[in-house]
């Protein structure tokens, strides 16, 4: 069975730019989180949906966005990118909510 | 708030055995996990265990869970050179009926011959 696949796998932009990386979760799978992680850093987390409703949120500006769609796939949206945003994000996918996720290879944001 | 800690770094000889160590602040975390990065790559579960659990095995895994302390470890028997990669501890809470993986900073593993 496919893991959870995310695309693109790289991805460069430039500031003030938007960007959107999209995720499909494992089969059966009806809960995707998002996660930021820089160079040296765990991940941290962005977004939580689940059955394509936000369960989750973290401390990141109202430019990131994200939704699911009635096939479970999601897509993160960033706006007006900033070098910071230099990063790999992490999809994840489970069951439900509390259950253990599983992890995609991320896709590499690169903002010049 | 709550926060997740690990070394940074761990250094091992092939064969041995590996200890990699977590401390974690919130009392009401449900379950706690091992995760794995090899580079570029994301993160593979390794395993997990629940809050109720002093202990679990899974082959060459061991975790340890000591909750009066808030410690958790994850022991690799018989480390091989495949092993290397950084360990990242979590825990996961229920704040608001969502489960979110809070994640320390990673334990970079080095398995040398």
């Known amino acids: 069975d496919a893991g959870v696949t995310q695309s693109p796998t790289h991805l460069i932009k430039t500031r003030g730019q938007h960007v959107t990386l999209r995720c499909s979760p494992i089969?059966?799978?009806?809960?995707v989180s998002w996660y930021q992680q820089v160079l040296g850093q765990g991940p941290q987390f962005i977004f939580q949906?689940?059955?394509?409703?936000?369960?989750g949120r973290g401390n990141f500006p109202d430019r990131f966005s994200a939704r699911q769609f009635p096939n479970y796939s999601s897509e993160l949206n960033v706006n007006a990118l900033l070098l910071g945003d230099s990063a790999l994000y992490l999809c994840?996918?489970?069951?439900?909510?509390?259950?253990?996720?599983?992890f995609g290879d991320g896709t590499r944001l690169s903002i010049l | 708030g709550e926060d997740v800690e690990q070394s940074l770094f761990l250094s091992v000889r092939e064969g041995d055995s590996s200890v990699i160590n977590c401390t974690y602040t919130?009392?009401?975390?449900?379950?706690l996990y091992w995760y794995k990065q090899e580079p570029g790559a994301g993160l593979q579960l390794l395993t997990y265990?629940?809050?109720?659990?002093d202990m679990k095995q899974d082959q060459r895994l061991t975790v340890l869970l000591n909750k009066k302390d808030k410690h958790l470890s994850l022991r690799i028997a018989d480390t091989q050179t495949g092993d290397s990669a950084i360990y990242f501890c979590?825990?996961?809470?229920?704040?608001?009926?969502?489960?979110?993986?809070?994640f320390g900073r990673g334990t970079s593993l080095i398995v040398h011959p």
């Open positions: 994840a996918s489970s069951l439900v909510p509390n259950q253990p996720q599983h």
């Open positions: 089969s059966g799978h009806k809960s």
């Open positions: 949906y689940y059955e394509k409703e936000e369960r």
């Open positions: 919130d009392s009401s975390s449900t379950y």
């Open positions: 265990i629940f809050s109720n659990m």
């Open positions: 979590a825990e996961s809470m229920r704040p608001g009926g969502s489960y979110i993986p809070t």
